[in-house]
């Protein structure tokens, strides 16, 4: 079965951390490039961060020293260490891969709210 599942968001206060978790399948994870998004409300969703299945990493400049996006190929998981977290981050991350593919539905992503 082909599926995303996105864990540990949760309601941090200005400044915290968080580490977002991602499992997926192995046939959306092997040999892809994968992402974290988010959504906030009223928002179209965007890409965070990515990370190549070598390793290599990229951020959108919002997020560039604050958010640190990891893999483990043996576990078919991604990661997202979230620090000095601000309120504008808050929104639902989902995971994915990068750019999303056609046919691979989306996860139900995991909440994260930070407050001021």
């Known amino acids: 079965q082909v599926q995303l599942v996105e864990s540990g968001g949760d309601f941090v206060q200005d400044g915290g951390s968080l580490r977002l978790s991602c499992a997926a399948s192995?046939?959306?994870?092997?040999?892809?490039?994968m992402g974290w998004y988010r959504q906030a409300p009223g928002k179209e969703r965007e890409s965070v961060a990515r990370?190549?299945?070598?390793?290599?990493?990229a951020y959108v400049d919002s997020v560039k020293g604050r958010f640190t996006i990891s893999r483990d190929n043996a576990r078919n998981t991604v990661y997202l260490q979230m620090n000095s977290l601000k309120p504008e981050d808050t929104a639902v991350y989902y995971c994915?891969?990068?750019?999303?593919?056609?046919?691979?539905?989306w996860g139900q992503g995991t909440q994260v709210t930070v407050s001021s």
């Open positions: 994915h891969t990068s750019p999303p593919a056609l046919g691979i539905p």
């Open positions: 192995g046939s959306i994870f092997s040999g892809k490039a």
């Open positions: 990370i190549t299945d070598g390793g290599f990493t």
